[in-house]
T-cell receptor
């Protein structure tokens, strides 16, 4: 079974600064995918960024980037130029590859991020 | 509008009531999921439907009964719930075997059992 751990229950950052959210995971799989989801107060989970384990290059999406360290099983999210709209819960998630029974996501416990003006 | 719609948005029910949660996706996905999100706990996978067939039941009590009549609709039938079942119930969909691009979620149903 896979586990995902987010060791920072809460974080805060000043607007326009950079913040990094941590995530570690445990798996015996070699083919898998990692995700960061954002859940604002509206409750809807929104995909922020996705990483394929077989790709060494770190994924980036505008102000969001990851530091994927496969050997260390670490997958941190960096948010640059933080904006007030980035205030939300952030969830790290793991998905096995080649699972034709359904792509089951395993989530970490979440990190509550507050962006301060 | 994200393509996954959940109704109702809020639900208050007594322990003897029977109610249903509805989820509808307009994305052409072939898999649908129910997750439970409780305070201070990680999201818990409840059920998975792949091409309308249930492929995962994560040891969920029988007072929760899923139904997937077609690949666009998913229901969660509730009966004789307990107060600890109060939570946010999230529905999601995905396209299996297409690069695993993750889920699209609905906005959830906030359930309160009194």
């Amino acid at each position: 079974a896979q586990t995902v751990t987010q060791s920072q229950p809460e974080m805060s950052v000043q607007e326009a600064e950079t913040v990094t959210l941590s995530c570690t995971y445990d798996t015996s799989e070699n083919n898998y995918y990692l995700f960061w989801y954002k859940q604002p107060p509206s409750r809807q989970m929104i995909l922020v960024i996705r990483q394929e384990a077989y790709k060494q290059q770190n994924a980036t999406e505008n102000r969001f980037s990851v530091n994927f360290q496969k050997a260390a099983k670490s997958f941190s999210l960096k948010i640059s130029d933080s904006q007030l709209g980035d205030t939300a819960m952030y969830f790290c998630a793991f998905m096995k590859g080649n699972n034709n029974a359904g792509n089951m996501l395993t989530f970490g416990g979440g990190t509550r991020l507050m962006v301060k003006p | 509008e994200t393509g996954v719609t959940q109704t109702p948005r809020h639900l208050v029910m007594g322990m003897t009531n029977k109610k249903s949660l509805k989820c509808e996706q307009h994305l052409g996905h072939n898999a649908m999921y129910w997750y439970k999100q409780s305070a201070k706990k990680p999201l818990e996978l409840m059920f998975v439907y792949n091409f309308k067939e249930q492929t995962e039941n994560n040891s969920v009590p029988s007072r929760f009964s899923p139904e997937c009549p077609n690949s666009s609709h998913l229901f969660l039938h509730l009966h004789t719930l307990q107060p600890e079942d109060s939570a946010l119930y999230l529905c999601a969909s995905s396209q299996v075997a297409r690069g695993n691009y993750g889920y699209t979620f609905g906005s959830g149903t906030r359930l309160t059992v009194v």
